[in-house]
């Protein structure tokens, strides 16, 4: 069980979490700064970015795009993903969305490479990370 803010304390099952976050101005700082085990934890994607044995397979972002909301909706309909924790990374959402972090039992990076292939007219730029931390 994690607590994540003000958010219920919450289980978090094995699996694939999608997380779509905006943020325009120092995209690669932010980007880094998510990947840092080590930091204050102000975000609700902090939460879980800080848990040890958390880790990243794959970072796509979209430098030229304001469009998180519609990009998590795009992938719950790709994926069948389903909205696990109500309010995560969407408490000062306009759009008023569920979540901004989806959950998948698992996801064959073949499914990831269609779907960044659907979205191809936003321009995605993919980082790939095997492994990180330990």
């Known amino acids: 069980m994690i607590q994540i803010g003000r958010l219920k304390e919450n289980l978090f099952p094995a699996g694939v979490y999608i997380y779509t976050g905006s943020h325009q101005k120092y995209l690669m700082?932010?980007?880094e700064r998510h990947l840092r085990k080590a930091k204050k934890v102000h975000w609700h994607i902090?939460?879980?970015?800080?848990?040890?044995?958390?880790?990243f397979r794959n970072i796509i972002l979209f430098p030229a795009s304001r469009e998180e909301c519609r990009l998590n909706q795009l992938f719950r309909e790709f994926s069948g993903g389903v909205f696990r924790h109500p309010g995560f990374g969407s408490s000062d959402c306009r759009n008023q969305c569920a979540s901004h972090l989806l959950y998948l039992p698992r996801l064959p990076d073949s499914r990831v490479d269609e779907w960044i292939n659907s979205v191809s007219a936003l321009n995605p730029v993919r980082m790939v990370f095997t492994s990180f931390g330990k």
């Open 46 to 55: 902090d939460y879980l970015t800080t848990q040890p044995d958390i880790g």
């Open 29 to 31: 700082k932010r980007v």
